[in-house]
């Protein structure tokens, strides 16, 4: 894509330094964050893409084998995450919490900041000139859909709710929902 975008397109997230800070984390809370983007990326066929009669059928093909592949995948996931769940004690769960909530942070963080570029890329290359009002609207709806995909889908995609709930306390759900409240509003 970026060869036929016009110029100026900017991703903010340097891969390194994201594989980094995922990377120095704890696996339970690694294997949750992985289980959970398996789950939003379904959903997202499930609700966007699935649903649309008028789509292309070779097009609806394509993403239907995908999901049936991120089928797979989120269940080899969970299975991982469990079996981590089962390794750790109490106190290294209870530090994983704390994990999952930096590393969903972490996310949140990148998307604000990608909301941010791609309405800034928007309004250089829309073709008109934009108001301040304008700019700051493309921004704000840049970053709730963002947060909607990235972040609120998957954490409450039914599975991901009951798997969480599980593996975790009612003190580490209470932390979990606490962490994620301003993104869940904002959406």
Known sequence: ????????????AEPNAVARAVLGRRSWAVLA???????????HYEES????????????????FHWREECQHAILDELEWRAEHERIDAAERDAAVD???????AVDDILRAQADADASYFAATCGRPLGTRQRAHVGEVLRRAYRWQYVVSGAQHPRFERLLAEMTTPGQQH?????????????
Do not use: N, S, T
């Open 175 to 187: 932390r979990i929902a606490m962490a994620l409240e301003p993104i869940v509003a904002d959406v």
């Open 49 to 64: 893409i699935a649903p649309q009669a008028e789509l292309c059928p070779l097009w609806k093909d394509v993403f239907l």
């Open 1 to 12: 894509m970026d060869a036929r975008m016009p110029a100026g397109h900017a991703k903010v």
């Open 99 to 105: 994990d999952l909530i930096a590393l969903v942070g």
């Open 33 to 43: 964050l992985i289980c959970h983007i398996e789950l939003f990326v379904q959903r």
